[in-house]
Every structure is written in structure tokens, then in C-alpha cells.
């Protein structure tokens, strides 16, 4: 789903924002026919009842978050392909070659005895020998020199750089990749989607699935500026963490407005506290919390996000609660295009004579119009409270960058583990390694009562 806020796709007034395709229809077609068994259709037939905001990626449509192992492998394939070393790009294809079954966990973790020890099909006859000197692309960080205040200071930055070494080096580099960490990257990608999918189909009366994220701060504007408001420091910025809630009667997204750019786990709760207490007020029957975001340490993923979710849940009067991530680089969801729909919305005002000079303007703004989107302001004091909530002597959990989920049922009591599971709720089932953990007992330098929240 794209998230840009000009990125729709309009017919019969019906405006809808745009989804770019991943793979060909003709390989999709072949997919739903092989899910679909008993409901086989043409080709012909496929095509025309593809959605209309189901749009082939253009030019204008470059994606700036792409996944950076899916990346590295595509050129690598790409230019072993162009050599003649293998029979096809695809990556999903190349990646059967190396397992017996995609769907099944050992294979795909090689941990499985049968296709442990597979490797990538080569071409015997390429166009190059395997000593011949090549070159390819790669993502990968440089370190880059810089000088501040008389010192010089140095600093890494991803480039996409250009590497050479002979043809046999780029397939070892290559097999080891697919065989390697691929496997388990494209597992758990599965994994979580499926996790979040059965999750929101089967939610129950006491549950709510809700699934954030912070979208690109909003540049706030004026309908007319002169030249030196329109460059520079004068331009402030509003900082927007949008979500979705899903509840056993719908759903409902909401965006959370801040002037504060803080993006950490006490500016997350404050964005959070309004839209958990309106849900508590008007439906005490939800006791369990699912959410679901990507995973950035500097913001969901890292010990003090896990801390206040195992404090201020139960403060807040629900019983257990579960924050799960999506595999790196493939965390993109519903809140990205409520974002696009946000600022759309937003410069639509300006556009009207409207000005929009800072994000209390900006939330006025947008409560005043029609739109199925809640909207609720957060006040610098909301994250300094939270601030007072946080502990500085919390560990960090060990493997805190490959878990995917972690649960709480009791306060400062969280168990961990790196695939989402569902299986035995409300109780938190065994699978999949799980881990727990506690917390030490800290006193609050300001008591909150759940009135406060």
C-alpha cells in the first residue's frame, strides 16, 4: 500500500489510495489457481476483476523503503541472471531450490535434514567463466568524513555501492545468502502477516487488534508565505502516529497530533493514552490488547517500550496485552496510507485559504472536518508524565532484535519469544521458545492513577 498523500486513484468519484503490485498478473494468476483449487478462473477473467487502485508501480511511484536483504539479493540475481549463471531472477523460485517445503518452519530456518544441505541450481554454461572479474551493486554503509567545529568527525551513511570480484566470489556470496538468513527472512514475514490476519478474523468480544505507526512528520504551512517563511528553520513540523483499531464491531483509525518530535516509547504511550482510555470508556468488556507495528529499536522495539506496556496496561485496567512486530523492512499497513490521508486532508485546508502555522492548528483543522479518522491533540506535559513512568536501570531483554512478540498478563511479567502466536488465548501458550521475564519493581516519582490516563 502506498502511503504518499497524492498517490490515489480515482474512479466513478470513488477515490481510493493506491496499491502498487509486486509480481506480474500472469504469476498471480498462477498463485490464486493454485490457493484456489475449486474456484479456478481464466486468465482473462482474473484481469478484469483486478481492483481498480491495483495499479502496475510506475516512475513516480519509486519506493523509498525498500527491504534492504530483498534488495542485495535481487541485484545479485539480477546480474547473475544477466550472465547467464542462472535461469531465472526470481527470487521466491530460487529460494525453492534450497527447500523442500517454503511453508514449513525447519526447512525454511535449515534446520531440516533433507534440504540442509541443498544449494543454489548454477548454470554450468555461463557467458563467463567463474576466475572472470565482474562488478554488481550492493547496499551497503560507507564511512563518510565530515567536519564540525574545527574537528574532524566521521559518520556512516547507506550508499548504493559498486562492488567487483570474479564471478565465482558473487555465487558463494550469493548461495550462502539464500541458504542462510533469506529462508528465515521470508519465513517470518509470512508468519507475522498470517498471525495479524487470523488475529483480526477471529478477534473476541474482550479484544481489540490495534496496529500503529508513525508516519513522516507533517511540514505545517501557510495559504500564502513569503520567500524566507517558505525556507528553512521558519517551517515547524507536526509529528502524527496514526493507527488502526479493530474491535469485534469494526474498526476505526485514528491519528494522534503532537508538536513534540519525539518518537520514543514515552512519547508512543502519550500518543496512545487517549485513544486506550476513549476505548476503555466505551468498551469495559476489552481486557486484552493486541498491537502490531514495525520494529525500529529507537521507537516500539527495546526494553523501555516493553517496560511501560507491562506497567501501563494494567494501570489503565486491562489484563494482558501483547505488542507484535513485523519482519524488518516489511511493515508497511493501513496506518501508512492514513497518514498519505491525513496531509492530504491537511493541505486541502491550506489550499482553501486555511492556515495551518503549527500542529494545534493542525488538529483544529482536521476534528472539524468530516472524516471517519479520530483525531486527538497530545500536549508536550502528556510525554514528560510518561517520562516520570520510565526506569533508566531496565536490562535489555537478550535477543531483543529477533523477537517478534512479546505478551503481558501480570504487572512487570512479560514473556517473549520470535514468532507471533495466538494459538491458546487468553493464555499465553508454550510455542515457539517461550521466554519470560520480570521486571524490577520501581517506585513512580509521581504516583498515576488510571483517572490520569
Not at 495559504?223 to 479493530?246: D, K, M, P, W
Not at 464491531?249 to 508512543?268: E, K, M, N, V, Y
Request: charged share 25%; proline share 2%; aromatic share 10%.
Amino acid at each position: 500500500m502506498t502511503t504518499g498523500k497524492k498517490q490515489t486513484v480515482t474512479k466513478n468519484k470513488d477515490k481510493r489510495q493506491k496499491r502498487l503490485l509486486l509480481d506480474s498478473l500472469i504469476n498471480l494468476h498462477e498463485k490464486f489457481s493454485a490457493e484456489n483449487p475449486r474456484n479456478n478462473i481464466s486468465y482473462a477473467t482474473f484481469t478484469r476483476h483486478r481492483p481498480f487502485w491495483v495499479c502496475q508501480a510506475t516512475a513516480k511511484d519509486r519506493d523509498t523503503c525498500l527491504c534492504k536483504k530483498h534488495e542485495n539479493l535481487q541485484l545479485a540475481a539480477d546480474k547473475l541472471h544477466q550472465l547467464g549463471a542462472l535461469k531465472t531472477k526470481n527470487i521466491e523460485e530460487i529460494l525453492k531450490q534450497v527447500c523442500c517445503n517454503v511453508d514449513n518452519l525447519n526447512c525454511m530456518f535449515r534446520e531440516c535434514e533433507l534440504c540442509v544441505g541443498k544449494r543454489v541450481d548454477f548454470e554450468e554454461k555461463s557467458l563467463l567463466k567463474d576466475e572472470s572479474i565482474i562488478v554488481w551493486s550492493e547496499w551497503a554503509f560507507e564511512k563518510q568524513e565530515y567536519e564540525k567545529d574545527g574537528q574532524q568527525k566521521s559518520t556512516k551513511v547507506m550508499r548504493k555501492t559498486v562492488k567487483r570480484g570474479t564471478l565465482k566470489e558473487l555465487k558463494t556470496k550469493f548461495c550462502q545468502s539464500v541458504r542462510g538468513e533469506l529462508g528465515r527472512h521470508v519465513y517470518i514475514i509470512r508468519h507475522q502477516f498470517r498471525a495479524y490476519k487470523h488475529l483480526k478474523e477471529t478477534v473476541d468480544v474482550n479484544e481489540a487488534v490495534v496496529h500503529v505507526d508513525f508516519s513522516e512528520n507533517y511540514a505545517c504551512k501557510h495559504a500564502e508565505e513569503i520567500q524566507s517563511a517558505h525556507f528553512g528553520a521558519s517551517n515547524r513540523q507536526a509529528s502524527l502516529h496514526t493507527g488502526v483499531l479493530y474491535t469485534m464491531d469494526g474498526l476505526q483509525s485514528f491519528a494522534t497530533i503532537s508538536a513534540s518530535w519525539r518518537h520514543d516509547p514515552a512519547a508512543i504511550w502519550a500518543h496512545m493514552q487517549p485513544v486506550l482510555q476513549e476505548l476503555k470508556s466505551t468498551n469495559p468488556q476489552i481486557s486484552d490488547l493486541h498491537f502490531f507495528s514495525d520494529g525500529p529499536t529507537t521507537q516500539y522495539r527495546n526494553k523501555h517500550n516493553f517496560f511501560l506496556m507491562s506497567t501501563l496496561l494494567h494501570d489503565m485496567g486491562f489484563e494482558a496485552g501483547s505488542w507484535n512486530f513485523f519482519e524488518s523492512g516489511h511493515g508497511k499497513g493501513a496506518p501508512d496510507a492514513i497518514g498519505g490521508s491525513v496531509k492530504r486532508q491537511a493541505d486541502a485546508f491550506v489550499l482553501t485559504g486555511f492556515d495551518i502555522p503549527d500542529a494545534k492548528k493542525l488538529y483544529h483543522c482536521l476534528e472539524s472536518a468530516e472524516s471517519l479518522t479520530k483525531f486527538y491533540f497530545i500536549d508536550d506535559r502528556d510525554i514528560t508524565s510518561i517520562d516520570s513512568r520510565c526506569c533508566n536501570t531496565v536490562r535489555a531483554i537478550t535477543g531483543t532484535m529477533k523477537l517478534h512478540q512479546v505478551q503481558t498478563d501480570e504487572r512487570l511479567n512479560v514473556s517473549y519469544r520470535n514468532l507471533s502466536c495466538f494459538c491458546q488465548r487468553p493464555t499465553i501458550c508454550t510455542c515457539y521458545d517461550l521466554h519470560r521475564y520480570k521486571f524490577p519493581a520501581v517506585v513512580s516519582k509521581s504516583p498515576v492513577s488510571y483517572m490520569n490516563f
